[in-house]
């Protein structure tokens, strides 16, 4: 139900986290958190019309990199004199003279040719396609090893068959030469000793 409701949701959630962004980065001295949070109940109500009421899934996700408040430029320039120049690690944010000599800059700098832009991560659809690609290899190397172990499966029974035609073969002969030795030795036999019927 979460998910089919979570674009409303998340809406609601980043109006009213824009607001309360805004509120604590102008609070007043003194003022805590639970103030802010009130006052930016209050404004929500005031600019939507409707009471927010997701707090407990927006106290959830306000701490996750995407709600977590990073500065524009105009806004850090408000905190900051004028003509300073300086790197603040919170929010990435730099202020740079662009008037200052060259000659100041570290000597790591000066040796930069060009920075190249970052490498933009692979398509859903690409990798899908790699993985299938993938999927496909393994698949197809799994129906080769089958193959050969069907292939070694039937010719092991060959020969076993084999085999058993030689034995059987083996076996009518040796009964063939028994029959025949009996044979050979009925007629060989001595008819003296016999009574006649």
């Known amino acids: ?6 674009t409303q949701i998340s809406r609601k959630c980043t109006k009213f986290n824009s607001i309360y962004n ?7 001295s003194g003022a805590t958190d639970f103030d ?10 005031v600019e939507t019309g409707h009471v927010f009421e997701h707090e407990k899934i ?18 850090q320039q408000s905190k900051r004199s004028f003509g300073s120049c ?5 929010n990435a944010c730099t202020n740079i003279d662009l008037n200052a000599n060259t000659d100041e800059l570290p000597d790591g700098l000066n040796d930069i040719d060009e920075i190249s832009p970052p490498q933009r991560p692979i398509g859903h659809d690409k990798a899908r396609g790699l993985n299938d690609m993938q999927g496909k290899a393994k698949e197809d190397f799994k129906q080769m090893e089958m193959k050969q172990k069907v292939d070694i499966h ?3 029974t060959l020969k ?20 025949m030795t009996n044979d050979l030795s009925i007629l060989l036999a001595s008819v003296d000793n016999m009574s006649p019927r």
């Not at 927006?58 to 806004?75: G, M, R």
């Not at 300086?86 to 919170?90: A, L």
């Not at 076993?160 to 029959?179: I, N, P, S, T, V």
């Open 1 to 6: 139900m979460l998910s089919s409701k979570w």
């Open 22 to 28: 805004k509120l604590s980065l102008h609070k007043q």
């Open 36 to 45: 802010v949070y009130r006052a930016a109940k209050d404004q929500y109500h």
């Open 58 to 75: 927006w106290e959830t996700v306000k701490d996750y990199p995407k709600w977590i408040k990073t500065n524009t430029f105009s806004e």
């Open 86 to 90: 300086s790197v603040d690690v919170s």
């Open 154 to 156: 039937n010719e092991i």
């Open 160 to 179: 076993k068959y084999e085999l058993q035609r030689e034995h059987l073969k083996f076996l009518c002969r040796e009964a063939e030469e028994d029959r």
